[in-house]
């Protein structure tokens, strides 16, 4: 079975720019999460799709958003990128969502920098 | 509002050690606490998950033992080897959000 996989998997923006992250979950897995992760602030959980429909938020501003398609692939969109978007993103998926949760299969990351 | 801590934040250890790294946490409520492996520049791995209700994981060399009432966890890491540098981090999972702790590096000298 084919892992979780994320496109593209660096990328170098400058600020003001718009960017826009895939993954692909684990076939069959129907949950896609989003991580920010960097040296300060650590991983920080950006947001969860399940079935097409965001269901939980991190506290990231509204320039972070995201979307499930049909297929449960996601994208994360950024606009007007900042310096410190500079992270490594990365998804996660699992089979379900709710409560307990499940683990979850995390993919290799993009790595973002900003200029 | 929930915090994960690890300490240390890096730790060095002769290969066939036996080491302990430490995960606390300051809201009890959790329904699980998991622990990853993540490789420079890669993503994270699973090691271990423990539900609220378990008190202990094993898995091969690794076990990992969950004390909600303390709020602490450990990952015990037998006869060190370094293919097990990497950083550790701990996650705890409560209203379907993941709080992850800093990590703790770990480097396992040959």
């Known amino acids: 079975k084919a892992g979780v996989t994320q496109t593209p998997r660096y990328l170098i923006k400058t600020r003001g720019q718009q960017v826009t992250l895939s993954c692909s979950p684990i076939?069959?897995?129907?949950?896609v999460s989003w991580y920010q992760q960097t040296p300060g602030q650590g991983l920080q959980f950006l947001f969860e799709?399940?079935?097409?429909?965001?269901?939980n938020k991190g506290n990231f501003p509204g320039r972070f958003s995201g979307r499930q398609f049909s297929n449960s692939r996601s994208e994360m969109n950024v606009s007007t990128l900042e310096l410190g978007d500079s992270a490594l993103y990365l998804c996660?998926?699992?089979?379900?969502?709710?409560?307990?949760?499940?683990?979850?299969?995390f993919g290799p990351g993009t790595r973002l920098l900003v200029l | 509002k929930q915090e994960v801590t690890q300490i240390p934040a890096a730790l060095s250890v002769p290969e066939g050690e036996n080491l302990v790294l430490n995960c606390s946490f300051t809201?009890?409520?959790?329904?699980?606490l998991q622990w990853f492996r993540q490789d420079p520049g890669k993503g994270l791995t699973s090691l271990l998950l423990?539900?609220?209700?378990?008190r202990e994981q094993t898995s091969g060399r690794l076990n990992a033992s969950l004390d909600k009432s303390s709020g602490r966890s450990t990952l015990y890491i037998a006869a060190s080897q370094p293919g097990d540098s990497a950083t550790y981090l701990c996650?705890?999972?409560?209203?379907?959000?993941?709080?992850f702790g800093k990590g703790t590096r770990l480097h396992i000298l040959p």
């Open positions: 996660a998926s699992s089979y379900r969502s709710g409560r307990p949760k499940e683990t979850q299969y």
């Open positions: 076939s069959g897995h129907r949950s």
């Open positions: 799709y399940f079935s097409e429909t965001q269901r």
């Open positions: 809201d009890s409520a959790i329904y699980n």
């Open positions: 423990i539900q609220s209700s378990q």
């Open positions: 996650a705890v999972n409560r209203d379907d959000k993941i709080i």
